[in-house]
């Protein structure tokens, strides 16, 4: 290691800046967050500068550098872009043994600044010895990513009941009752602004702590679940918040939708178990909703932090909310992370818009799987002027396409089929009401797929979107022209 990483206290500290330029600015802008005292020695600013001269944020001196202007400072930042000047001041300071840095020049700096993740009053430096600053600044925006926005908060919140829980707790419990704080439900509700329920999540958190110094047995901790959307398959189409809560769950319950590059995003030693279903039923090597409820309030139970996770969004055809409700009966703390749900990936995917103009200003979300009794409004859905989507309707493509027909629906309604959205092989088939089951057929489409059903499926040509099998061109084109009577059925 060359250098030490520390962190200073600059509040009312004298800084002395030399160079009033855009780099300089940046440099003050860091130091003014930290209340630093700035004196800036250059014979011209930044307009940004010069007003903050002129009102009184920072000291002036209109001149070209010279060793006097060292006096009083405790720290010296170079930040013009002539090396000979940036020699001088850097000699100069250290003659003075004052710490100096000359921005991207290593050799003549005696500190420098890392790339910063500010979660204030938690801080995230990271240095590369001034040799690879883009390497720094690549690692910080992973890291940027990985941290929740309201991580400060969360540091805010811990450091108000610090000195409470030191009256409260022997000195042993306390750090295990602060890492269930912080990556327990407590930590959780407060990262996503529920502010209420982290206040009673910390009660209970500290109750239990209570209990357990007290108690010879020790009361056992509860877990907790996160009901995760995994989005439509593609790994960077998890959310940040996905992202956070699988790098911390010690179980991962995961579907048969969910690829192996998002898993991957998981805890390197978490276990990993596959909860995956056929159709809904359930078979030799798949797992019933009943066992999966089962088995999450057993790992929760245990006091382990399991992430439930689904494909696309849990609440959207996943069965999230039998699962919510389940360990709502069963007082296990939990929380749903939205995801992309199929519908959203497959659109931009396709590059079909799912609402448009007059075209379709409404969309709906829709089973294609065949309930025992069909509740579905077929008129309804037969209607013009809006985007349907059939879900997990492959199987059932002709039996769709003619119940709406018999409702009301034209033949030359245009239709598309997404296969595999987001994913790698994703193929997009477009058609109309009369033909896409054929098409679909013939092209051997296979789950997971979408059926969108709308005028709006005939605008996927216009995306560039690649790996298509496609009608005839000629009936591409048809599809395409521009229609007088949009709204014809
Ligand atoms: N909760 C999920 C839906 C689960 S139902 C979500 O919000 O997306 C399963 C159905 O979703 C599949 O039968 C298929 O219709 C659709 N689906 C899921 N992933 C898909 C993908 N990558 N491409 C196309 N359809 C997909």
Redesign the pocket.
């Known amino acids: 290691m060359d250098h030490l990483p520390i962190f200073l206290q600059l509040r009312a500290v004298p800084v002395l800046v030399v160079g009033g330029g855009r780099i300089a600015q940046r440099k003050i802008e860091l130091l003014q967050r930290v209340g630093a005292r700035i004196t800036v020695v250059a014979p011209e600013l930044t307009p940004a500068l010069a007003q903050q001269a002129a009102a009184g944020q920072l000291e002036h001196r209109e001149a070209r550098f010279a060793p006097e202007h060292l006096e009083g400072a405790q720290l010296v930042i170079a930040a013009t872009n002539l090396k000979s000047l940036n020699t001088a001041v850097s000699q100069a300071a250290r003659a003075r043994v004052l710490p100096i840095n000359v921005v991207d020049d290593p050799e003549l700096s005696t500190f420098y600044f890392p790339a910063i993740v500010d979660r204030a009053p938690l801080i995230v430096a990271i240095g590369s010895g001034g040799r690879a600053p883009v390497l720094a600044r690549w690692v910080r925006e992973q890291i940027e990513a990985l941290l929740p926005a309201a991580l400060g908060t969360l540091a805010r919140f811990m450091g108000a009941r610090r000195e409470a829980v030191r009256h409260l707790l022997a000195p042993a419990a306390r750090r295990p009752f602060w890492e269930r704080v912080a990556r327990g439900t407590t930590g959780a509700r407060v990262l996503a602004g529920d502010t209420a329920g982290a206040e009673r999540a910390y009660e209970r958190e500290l109750r239990m702590a209570q209990l357990t110094a007290s108690s010879a047995t020790g009361a056992q901790h509860l877990g907790e679940v996160y009901l995760i959307?995994a989005?439509?398959?593609?790994a960077d189409l998890l959310t940040l918040r996905a992202l956070q809560l699988l790098q911390q769950a010690d179980v991962i319950l995961y579907?048969r939708?969910v690829p192996a590059a998002v898993l991957e995003r998981s805890r390197r030693d978490a276990e990993r178990v596959f909860v995956g279903k056929q159709s809904g039923r359930s078979s030799g090597e798949t797992t019933s909703q009943a066992q999966i409820h089962e088995l999450l309030v057993h790992y929760a139970r245990q006091g382990l932090r399991v992430a439930r996770l689904?494909?696309?969004?849990?609440?959207?055809?996943?069965?999230?909310g039998e699962e919510a409700e389940c360990l709502a009966r069963h007082g296990i703390p939990y929380v749903v992370v939205p995801?992309?749900?199929?519908?959203?990936?497959?659109a931009a995917?396709a590059g079909i818009p799912l609402t448009h103009r007059e075209a379709a200003q409404s969309v709906t979300?829709v089973?294609?799987?065949p309930l025992k009794d069909d509740t579905l409004d077929w008129r309804a859905l037969a209607r013009g002027h809006q985007t349907v989507v059939?879900?997990?309707?492959?199987a059932h493509l002709p039996h769709i396409c003619a119940r709406l027909m018999a409702a009301g629906a034209r033949e030359s309604l245009p239709a598309a089929l997404?296969?595999?959205?987001?994913?790698p092989g994703?193929r997009v088939l477009r058609g109309t009401l009369a033909s896409i089951a054929a098409l679909a057929e013939r092209a051997h489409i296979s789950?997971?797929?979408?059926?969108m059903v709308g005028e709006v499926a005939a605008l996927a040509q216009l995306s560039g979107a690649s790996d298509s099998a496609d009608e005839p061109a000629a009936e591409r084109a048809a599809a395409l022209r521009p229609r007088e009577s949009v709204h014809e059925w």
Do not use: C, N, S, W
Request: hydrophobic share 45%.
């Open positions: 959307g989005g439509p398959g593609d579907d939708l689904k494909g696309g969004d849990p609440f959207v055809f996943g069965r999230g995801g992309i749900t199929a519908a959203l990936g497959a995917a979300f089973t294609g799987h059939f879900y997990m309707g492959v997404i296969e595999r959205a987001t994913l994703q789950a997971p797929a979408l059926l």
